[in-house]
Structure formats: structure tokens, C-alpha cells
């Protein structure tokens, strides 16, 4: 949500702001800015510049050919996508926000929670606002304090305009990153962040600062992760670290390695598609990494993770929550260990009671989605409050950022090891997700097996190590799918021209692909779309029927299947038309159209089911024309509440 990036350095910084924020588009992309500082000569005295400030409504192409027209010189600048929060995604809104005189500019990626009485006091003071955002009030705050600090008769130069920052940011409440220069210390970059990530690259001679690690990868391996608090002044000669008590820190850099975070779409049409046909590499890397032979399942995890548990919570939002249901069906029935799954957005508002022996899992993609954080945060600091041991907080994260805020919030990570999804729909992500929840329950159930604690009726170790013999296939088996799916899916889509409203059906552990389906349909496609438990369609949604409503029914061999079948006919006979997401056999018959399975043991059906679920969410949405890979409103990782 939101992308920044900041650059200081010998070359034009221009191309290379806008290239940073071609990276980090998919975060946000209803506006964007950029401003960079051009240095003046100055016959000896003390150095000038002037700022230049470009930005435009809408995709960062416009930004660019308003580039191209007007120029922005300059060998510092900082620049900005939006995924609106506070005012409309206008051109007046866009970032960078600047001061009354036009000379120091801001860009901030958050939320400025108390920017409301901020506003009131500056514009009490006689400050005119240009803009709706919060982040306006930051340059008129830091100008106003420049201006008391020149008026002291401090040197203009870049550490006033750090101390500026230091001492305008306690009066920011929220969670934030932001970048400023000024056109009066035209050699500075002043960058700060606070529970918002923003990471600092070192290049040969220049810095590149940015939210996201794509805008980085094409420009330097080297990077510095800001931690909480700090605050850095940037030159073309080095970096000087602060940490939120105005004390210099001294850290290490660190390394990008790998290609996962350079985003590329190769020959495909879209991100989305590249993702999803990624997704049977995502699972050979998981089953390489997690299942050695010889054992049921290896995860690079403490056994303090699974020591003494008596009970599970996961705290996520989306898709995310999605596989943390699949996550807890496993949990409960491969397991035995009670799993309770919340919205993040809600939990933080309404806890349960506190429960003894409780692991509590996070689960974010991006590892920075301020609801899943926020929840966790509480989660942590009320066990700490409790003083029992039985209470303490024991948190996992499962994530495919482990450098994220989540990597840097709880003491233990899995890491799902996707690579970079670019796309804003979830798709190899998801995959991964659901694998490292397959990981987790087979180690829980191995141990509260060897501890005597295996409950009657779950999976025996047979089973389970059928279960891991059938996961190995699981690369090839999603190779041949995915490759189906797509033609199928793509021949389906003109189907759905006119379509307005789409049900889909699962029951069990099914039911959360029901509702991912739902999701994705409706996230790039526009369509409503409603995720149901087959068996609840009688109590009410199934007035929504009619021949002008499809019904995508999930129904694979197991516990549930004849049942799903029922409820598959109940929808035939109101006249839908009946997608089928099962395996060729005369049972499936009643399907209008089939999007066909290999038959595989239930408990690992949702790794296939999903595949048809995101095909024809993508190819209903790219049959409408539709922006698949940026849809409207949406944004990659949601960093406000
Ligand atoms: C997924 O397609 C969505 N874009 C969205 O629901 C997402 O899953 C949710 O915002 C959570 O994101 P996270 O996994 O980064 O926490």
C-alpha cells in the first residue's frame, strides 16, 4: 500500500525514482509523484537549489510522460505511488506534499493518526492546506520548525534539516515511512520510519532508499533494513543511522540474494498468470526443503514452537485467513490440536479470554498488513501483562517476507519461500501457505504422537505417510492442472459476458477454496461473488438462484462428497448452471461443465481445487478487459488498518 522511493547520488535521479516506483507499483497505483532537489551554483556560499515537484492522477505511465514533457533535475529526489487512504486519488492529493513555499517536499506511506488536530493548529497558526491527506501537515510542521531553527541562527545545512525531522516526528502519532528534501540543503535525504518498512540500499556512490525490496534489486544487492524509530540522513558520502532516542547507530549491511525480488513477467500476459503457473515450482521447492526422505516432515522450527501446545489461534486477514482455515481443518483432524481462526481486523477489538499453552499464528503474505500486525502486537503484549508462564506469548509467523515487520514482531518464522508476487490477486502465495500449514500439521500430529497424545479417529502414521508420499507428486500433479485449467478456464470465460453474481459451493475442508474463490472473482473481476458452505445454501442464499446465477460447486471424493452432490442438485433444480470442480465420474455427471481433478486423499484436495479457482477468476476478469494484475481500489499489502 503505498510505495516510496528516495534516491541521492551522483546521477540525475529522475529516471531512476521513476523506475524504483515502476517496481513498486503494484502497491498502490491511483496517483504519483515525484520531487527531486537541483543544486545551484552558488558563487561560494552556502549551497541552494531548487525543487522540482511532478506528479498525476492515475498509473505511473502518466507520471512519466509528464516527465518527459517538463523534465525534474536533479541528483536527489524522492518519489511516491498512492493507494489512497485520506482524500481522493486526485493530482492535489498526490504525494510529494509540500510546504507553503514550495521548497521541502515529504512522502509518507501510513497513516498520520492525529493529523486532524495538527491541521487545525497549523491552519489556526495561518497555514494553508492544499491537499486532503494527512501527510500534508508534515512538510508545513518541519518548515515551521526550520524556520524557528534558521531564526536561531543555526547553519543551513543537512543536519538541520535532520534535526527538523528528528524533532517534528514525536509529534506524529501512527505507524509511518517517509522521505524529505529541501531545496536549501540540496546534498540531503532525510528518511524515517515507523512500523512501516523502508530499507536502504548502497550503491556506488549513491543511496536508494525505498518500502519494498523490487526497487532496490535492479539497482544494488546491498541493503539496510531501518528498524522502528530510526531516522537516517543520507549524503552522497555516507549514511548517519539514529535510532529514536537521537542516538548514531552503527549496523551492518545485509544481502539480496536470490532472484525473488526482482519482478519480471517474462512471455506472460499478466503477473497473475505468471504467478499461478509458478505455483508447481513453489510446491517442488517446499517438498525439496520440507520433506527429506526418510522422515514425515522437516521444518526449520524450534521445538519450543510445538512444545506443550494445547491449543491454536491464527490471526489473519484474506487470503490469508483463507489458507488459516484450510490451516486449522488440518490442525484439528490431522492433528487433534484445537485451532480457532480470527480476522485480524476484529480480534484486536474483541479477544477471547486468555487460554494457557495457546501458539498463536500470524499469517501474511507481505509480512506488513497493519491489521494482522496490530492484532499480533496485542496478542503479545496482553500475555506479557499476565506474568504465568502457561500464559506467555508463544508467536509464529508464516510469512513469505521473513525481512518483513512480521519477521521482526514474533520469535519464530516459516517462511513460505514463493518469491515475489507481484499480481495484487494471491495466488503461489496462498499455495505456499497452505503448504506450510500441511508442514505444521504433520509435525504436530508426529509429535502429539510420540507423547501418546494421538486422539481415535485422526490419521494414523500409515496415512499420514500415504499423505507425504502423495505430496511428493504434488509438483508434477499441479503442472498437469494448471496447464488444463488455463485452456478450460480461458474457453469458459466468454460464459460469464453478462454475469452479475456467482455462488461457490465447498464443504469441509473445501469450503475456505469456496470462499478464495469468491474472493479472487470478485477482487479482478467486479462480479459479487459468494463463498458458501454447500450445506447452508438451503437456509437462505439459495432464493439468490436462477439461470442467470452460476454455481461453482466444489465436490471431491471423501466425507462430504455425496453430500456436496446434494446440494449441487438442490442449485440444478432453480435452474443454475453448474460448474463442477471434481473428478470425471458418473456421480459428476449433473455438471453443466466440468473443470475436471485427479482423484487424491481429501485432506489434500485444496491444493487442486484452488487451481480452477484462480484460472477462471483470471480469465473472466482478463476476458472483461479488466486491469488483472492492479484492480480497482485494491492494493498489494494493506499497511493501514
Ligand atoms: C488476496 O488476493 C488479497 N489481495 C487480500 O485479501 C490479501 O490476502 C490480504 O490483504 C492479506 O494480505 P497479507 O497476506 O499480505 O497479509
Redesign the pocket.
Known amino acids: 500500500m503505498c510505495g516510496i522511493v528516495a534516491l541521492i547520488g551522483s546521477r540525475e535521479a529522475a529516471p531512476q525514482l521513476l523506475e524504483g516506483l515502476r517496481q513498486l507499483e503494484y502497491r498502490g497505483y491511483d496517483s504519483a509523484g515525484i520531487a527531486t532537489v537541483e543544486a545551484l551554483p552558488n558563487g561560494g556560499g552556502a549551497p541552494e537549489g531548487r525543487l522540482h515537484c511532478l506528479k498525476a492522477e492515475g498509473k505511473l505511465l502518466n507520471l512519466t510522460a509528464r516527465w518527459e514533457e517538463q523534465g525534474a533535475a536533479g541528483h536527489c529526489g524522492i518519489g511516491h505511488t498512492r493507494w489512497a487512504t485520506h482524500g481522493k486519488p486526485e493530482e492535489r492529493n498526490a504525494h510529494p506534499h509540500l510546504d507553503g513555499s514550495g521548497q521541502l517536499a515529504v512522502v509518507q506511506n501510513g497513516i498520520i493518526e492525529n493529523h486532524r488536530s495538527l491541521r487545525e493548529l497549523l491552519q489556526a497558526e495561518g497555514v494553508m492546506f492544499r491537499s486532503d491527506t494527512d501527510t500534508e501537515v508534515i512538510p508545513h510542521l518541519l518548515a515551521r520548525r526550520l524556520d524557528a531553527l534558521e531564526k536561531e541562527g543555526h547553519l543551513i545545512d543537512a543536519a538541520l534539516l535532520l534535526r527538523a525531522v528528528q524533532e517534528v516526528l514525536p509529534l506524529l502519532h501512527g505507524a509511518y515511512a517517509l522521505a524529505v528534501v529541501w531545496a536549501k540543503a540540496p546534498g540531503a535525504l532525510v528518511v524515517a520510519r515507523r512500523q512501516a518498512p523502508l530499507l536502504i540500499g548502497l550503491g556506488e556512490g549513491e543511496f536508494l532508499c525505498a518500502s519494498d525490496t523490487p526497487a532496490l534489486a535492479g539497482f544494488t544487492r546491498t541493503i539496510l533494513p531501518m528498524e522502528d524509530g530510526e531516522v537516517a540522513l543520507l549524503t552522497p558520502l555516507g549514511i548517519e543511522l539514529y535510532n529514536a532516542t537521537g542516538e548514531r547507530v552503527q549496523r551492518n549491511p545485509s544481502l539480496l540474494t536470490g532472484t525473488e525480488h526482482v519482478a519480471d513477467k517474462r512471455s506472460f500476459r499478466h503477473f497473475m498468470l505468471k504467478e499461478i503457473h509458478e505455483q508447481p515450482e513453489t510446491a517442488a521447492l517446499w517438498v525439496a526443503r520440507h520433506l527429506p526422505e526418510g522422515a514425515l516432515v522437516a521444518l526449520p522450527l524450534d521445538e519450543a514452537v510445538y512444545c506443550g501446545v494445547e491449543r491454536i489461534q491464527i490471526l489473519?486477514?484474506?487470503?490469508?485467513?483463507h489458507a488459516a482455515q484450510v490451516g486449522a481443518y488440518l490442525l484439528e483432524q490431522v492433528a487433534g490440536v484445537p485451532t480457532t481462526v480470527f480476522y485480524?481486523s476484529e480480534f484486536r477489538y474483541a479477544p477471547p479470554p486468555l487460554s494457557p499453552h495457546m501458539l498463536t499464528i500470524g499469517?501474511?503474505?507481505?509480512?506488513?498488513?497493519a491489521?494482522?500486525l496490530a492484532a499480533l502486537t496485542m496478542e503479545q503484549q496482553r500475555r506479557q501483562r499476565h506474568g504465568d508462564p502457561a500464559y506467555a506469548p508463544r508467536m509464529l509467523g508464516i510469512?513469505n517476507r521473513p525481512e518483513s515487520s512480521l519477521g521482526r514482531l514474533v520469535s519464530h518464522i516459516l517462511d513460505i519461500g514463493a518469491g515475489i508476487e507481484v499480481g495484487?490477486?494471491?495466488?503461489k502465495?496462498?499455495m505456499g501457505?497452505l503448504l506450510a500449514f500441511y508442514g505444521l500439521a504433520l509435525a504436530f500430529a508426529e509429535r502429539r504422537a510420540a507423547a501418546g497424545l494421538r486422539q481415535p479417529g485422526l490419521p494414523d502414521h500409515g496415512r499420514l505417510m500415504a499423505l507425504v508420499a502423495q505430496l511428493r507428486e504434488l509438483p508434477a500433479l499441479l503442472q498437469a492442472l494448471v496447464e488444463d485449467h488455463d485452456r478450460r478456464c480461458a474457453e469458459l470465460a466468454h460464459l460469464f459476458t453478462d454475469t452479475q453474481d456467482v455462488i461457490f459451493l465447498g464443504r469441509g475442508i473445501n469450503y475456505p477454496i469456496a470462499m478464495e474463490g469468491a474472493?479472487?472473482l470478485k477482487?479482478i473481476s467486479y462480479i459479487h461473488a459468494e463463498g458458501y458452505p454447500a450445506g447452508e445454501m438451503k437456509h437462505g442464499p439459495i432464493a439468490l438462484l436462477d439461470a442467470r446465477v452460476p454455481v461453482v460447486s466444489i465436490a471431491v471424493p471423501g466425507t462430504v462428497f455425496d453430500k456436496v452432490l446434494s446440494n449441487a442438485q438442490e442449485a440444478k433444480a432453480r435452474d443454475a448452471r453448474l460448474i463442477g470442480v471434481a473428478p470425471a465420474c458418473p456421480d459428476t455427471e449433473l455438471f453443466d461443465t466440468l473443470l475436471p481433478l485427479p482423484i487424491v486423499d481429501e485432506l489434500l484436495s485444496p491444493l487442486l481445487t484452488v487451481i480452477p479457482m484462480q484460472l477462471l477468476s483470471y480469465h473472466i476478469a482478463a476476458h472483461r478487459g479488466l486491469d488483472v494484475d492492479q484492480p480497482r481500489n485494491?492494493a498489494?499489502?494493506?499497511t493501514v488498518e
Open positions: 489473519a486477514c484474506g487470503t490469508s485467513r485480524a499469517v501474511t503474505q507481505s509480512g506488513e498488513t491489521d494482522t510469512t495484487v490477486a494471491a495466488t502465495t496462498f501457505q474472493l479472487k477482487e485494491l498489494k499489502s494493506v
